[in-house]
């Protein structure tokens, strides 16, 4: 019987603050987080939690994190998971001792001595998911799982006084540091630098020609008025996952917290302000539209309130706005990655032409240490500016979204050289694109343009492990 140790994060909100307290209890954001535990990925883990700082703010400040877990089984062997095996770190900017589970008798007495007792329970209650009955006796059991076997139940933390809440939730457990990782802390033992240092020490016999890496995950799912896209959801997770394993900085901002407001400013997204010597990856995955404007075709990302055809500075983003907002960005590198409908009018409203140089037919370990070297900026859109985007349970999410992770997990590396650059992904992702669409009965053509003033430099690299 294997007994599994690891971590697990949940991505509480991008840049999360403690708020002023209110008296209502009303509907909080729920996080669903679909994630594999163990070293060969033998337990799924379903987490449903709200973010602490949203329940510490509308209950005055209660310490109990209470999170929902389901948990299977997915190998051949038993596994053996119980209640005080898990903790949770909040990031050592924070408190750099971890908390460990209460039991749920524990949780009850605490919150009843601090008059907060009903009000919790008016808070779960009130969020129409799995806190509805007495949580505290619906606690993970202790135990082990047989092959194919699932357990579910609460898991409660206690946050000590004068600890906050930041938006950083490790789940995990000792012997591990977290296989996935949230946006709050920026330390490099949490950020797994170490990891991509060896990997450009092993391909390139030096360390990697810039500083940190960042992502910016931006996505719509529960539109109010336009359809929903269930599926944006995965493909938000999919690439989080993807680039945490990746030694990035990753913040995902999604439905009503992604706002005009808070996209014209990405730099306030990290906590350490982004350089000229970081790389920065913006991607948005939601509802695309275009209209025309003055004779010419322009292209809309749709915020959560949008409208079909109505453009507001509360519910839309012009996307060549949104590019542009990116550039300014300070970086080395600079990749920008659109999946939505139209998205190939990102590419502007006067210029349109999509520019690529090809795939170097064999770039060696010195040529991709002088392109990752220069500046690099780039845009690539899931199809061109009269093409609707492709989203499929076939490939759990968009179909443009899935072949960039392929991509840049190792297939378009057509050089077998544990990279993967710019110019090897486009040529790789457009193929694989069209061809998953034509079995449709669709026409998809990604695009990319060079978003320097003359023509990149440089490289936007991702390393891989041979």
Known sequence: MAVVSCWLTLAAAAMVALLSPVAAYGQSPRFDMKVFLGPMNELEVDARYHDPSDIDAKLNGTRVIPMWLVVRNRSTQAVRLDY????????????????????????????????????????????????????????????????????????????????????????????????????????????????????????????????????????VSDYTHLEKLSLVNDDLIKMENFLLSLGFHVVRVQNERLTLANVRSPQEYFAEKLTSEDRLLVYFSGHGFQRVERGQERGYLALINAREGEVTSQTTIAMDAFVEWARRVPAKHLLVLLDS????????????????????????????????????????????????????????????????????????????????????????????????ALKLGRTLTPLIKDLEPRVSEGEFVFARGK
């Open 341 to 436: 409908c139209f998205s190939g009018l990102a590419a502007g409203v006067t210029d349109v032409s999509i520019e690529t140089r090809g795939s170097d037919p064999k770039p060696d370990p010195q040529t991709l240490y002088r392109l990752s070297s220069k500046s690099g900026r780039y845009l690539l859109m899931a199809g061109n500016k009269d093409q609707k985007a492709i989203a499929s349970p076939t490939w759990k999410g968009g179909l443009f979204t899935n072949g960039v992770v392929q991509g840049l997990g190792g297939a378009a590396d057509a050089q077998r050289d544990g990279f993967v650059t710019t110019r090897e992904l486009y040529p790789w992702l457009r193929e694989y694109v069209e061809k998953e």
């Open 84 to 219: 005080q095996d898990l903790h949770l770190d909040l990031g050592r900017a924070v408190s750099a001792m971890p908390l460990y589970p209460i039991g749920g008798a524990a949780a009850r007495a605490m919150l009843r001595r601090d008059g907060r007792y009903d009000g919790f329970l008016g808070f779960l209650t009130s969020q129409s998911n799995d806190y509805e009955g007495d949580p505290f006796s619906r606690v993970l059991r202790d135990g082990r799982l047989n092959p194919g076997d699932t357990k579910s139940g609460y898991v409660f933390f206690m946050r000590p006084d004068g600890v906050p809440f930041t938006g950083f939730l490790a789940l995990g457990t000792v012997a591990y540091k977290p296989a996935m990782r949230s946006p709050a802390t920026e330390s490099d033992e949490l950020w797994s630098i170490a990891w991509i240092k060896q990997k450009w020490n092993e391909i390139v016999n030096g360390p990697p020609p810039f500083r940190k890496s960042y992502a910016l995950l931006l996505g």
